[in-house]
C-alpha cells in the first residue's frame, strides 16, 4: 500500500501560511491588515492573469490567511467585471483546489459568486456546499445560498456587488480594479 504524501507546493503553501496566520498583531492594526489584504488579492489576481499560475506561494499564503477578514473578502469579490470574470473564475477555482482546510469557505464562496454571475448555477451551489463543510456557520455561504433560492438574476447580483465595492475600497483605503 502506498501512502499518498501532498506535493512539495502544498506543503510550502501550508508552511507560509502557518508563518503568517501566527503572527501575532495588535487590533490597532487591522486597518493595516485589512489593506495588505486586499493589495495582496489584487496582487495575485494580476499574477494570475499574466501567468495564469499559482507560483508564489506566499503570496497565496498571505491572500488566504487575509480573506478571513470580510472586509478583503469583500473587496476580492468586488473586482469582477465582465473585463475580467473568466480570469478570476479561474483564479478562485485554481485556488479553491489547493486551499488546505480552514481556509476554504472564504475562497469557495468567491468561486460561488463568479460561477453565479457566468450563469453556472450546479458550480456555484456546489461551491457553497464546499464552504459550509469547511465552515458549516459561514455567513457568507448561507447568503449566497438564500440569494440563489430566491432566483436573484445575476444582473442584480452584479449591481448590487458594483454598488457595495467603491464603499469597500474606500474603507479599506484603496481604489484597485483589475
Not at 16 to 23: D, M, N, V, Y
Not at 95 to 120: C, D, M, N, Q, R
Not at 160 to 175: I, T
Request: hydrophobic share 45%; aromatic share 8%.
Amino acid at each position: 500500500m502506498t501512502l499518498l504524501t501532498p506535493s512539495n507546493d502544498v506543503l510550502d503553501l501550508k508552511k507560509a501560511i502557518k508563518r503568517i496566520h501566527l503572527i501575532n498583531y495588535t487590533s490597532d492594526n487591522v486597518p493595516f491588515l485589512q489593506r495588505e489584504g486586499a493589495l495582496a488579492v489584487h496582487e495575485l489576481a494580476t499574477d494570475y492573469a499574466r501567468s495564469g499560475t499559482l507560483h508564489n506561494k506566499n503570496l497565496l499564503a498571505l491572500v488566504l490567511v487575509r480573506l478571513h477578514d470580510l472586509q478583503v473578502r469583500d473587496f476580492a469579490m468586488g473586482i469582477t467585471s465582465e473585463a475580467n470574470i473568466e480570469t478570476l473564475w479561474s483564479l478562485w477555482r485554481s485556488v479553491l483546489a489547493i486551499a488546505p482546510v480552514h481556509f476554504v469557505a472564504p475562497v469557495a464562496t468567491l468561486f460561488s459568486a463568479t460561477s453565479y454571475e457566468k450563469g453556472e448555477m450546479k458550480l456555484a451551489a456546489y461551491a457553497l456546499d464546499q464552504a459550509l463543510e469547511d465552515d458549516s456557520k459561514y455567513p457568507m455561504a448561507k447568503l449566497l445560498r438564500r440569494v440563489y433560492a430566491a432566483g436573484w438574476p445575476q444582473a442584480s447580483f452584479r449591481q448590487m456587488r458594483e454598488e457595495l465595492h467603491p464603499k469597500v475600497c474606500a474603507s479599506l483605503g484603496v481604489s484597485l480594479d483589475i
